[in-house]
């Protein structure tokens, strides 16, 4: 397994739209093991394989808090089949908007359709932070951030902020 580097906004490689995968095999498996090991060595709980740059429709997630009680998740070809009509609000951040968060508004509930890390074809209920989290994740497949639901003015601020911090000068 492989640390990956996360891509972070503005790199334009984060807004494009991710293909779906044929089938599970030894390649999927190890960019999935690959995106894990990054996403914990940046102590996320969610990863879409576009932040590393790989513009295929896989997700990796671990919501468990306990440090030796890993609960990896992986989604491949993610589908949401329905979704609640009520929302809830999570204050979210994401590994490619580094230090930045909002929060968001996203239906409460719901269902997605996935292939999972040996290709069979699972259905998730998702609820509350699981539900929030599938679909952050699966918006990267979009080529959507969490950034692009706050207003203009704030989007553009936060965006300033990280293109500044990018190019930090150095004298040598
Ligand atoms: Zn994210």
Redesign the pocket.
């Known amino acids: 397994m492989t640390v990956k580097t996360i891509l972070t906004e503005p790199n334009p490689v984060l807004r494009q739209i991710s293909k779906p995968v044929k089938s599970v095999g030894a390649d999927e498996k190890k960019l999935m093991d690959d995106m894990l090991e990054t996403m914990y060595a940046a102590n996320g709980i ?1 990863l ?1 394989a576009i ?1 590393i740059g790989i513009p295929k429709r896989i997700i990796v997630m671990d919501l468990s808090k306990d440090e030796n009680k890993k609960e990896p998740k992986f989604f491949v070809n993610p589908v949401i089949k329905n979704k609640d009509k009520s929302n809830s609000t999570y204050e979210e951040g ?3 908007v580094p230090n930045q968060f909002a929060e968001i508004d996203r239906p409460k509930k719901c269902e997605v359709e996935y292939l999972d890390y040996n290709g069979d074809k699972k259905i998730l209920k998702a609820d509350g932070l699981l539900a929030t989290c599938i679909q ?2 699966m918006d ?1 497949l979009e080529g959507i ?2 950034i692009d639901y706050l207003s203009k003015l704030k989007k553009s601020m936060i965006i300033k902020k990280l293109s500044k911090v990018k190019s930090t000068r150095i004298v040598v």
């Open positions: 969610g879409a932040q994401c590994l490619s952050h994740e990267h951030l969490f």
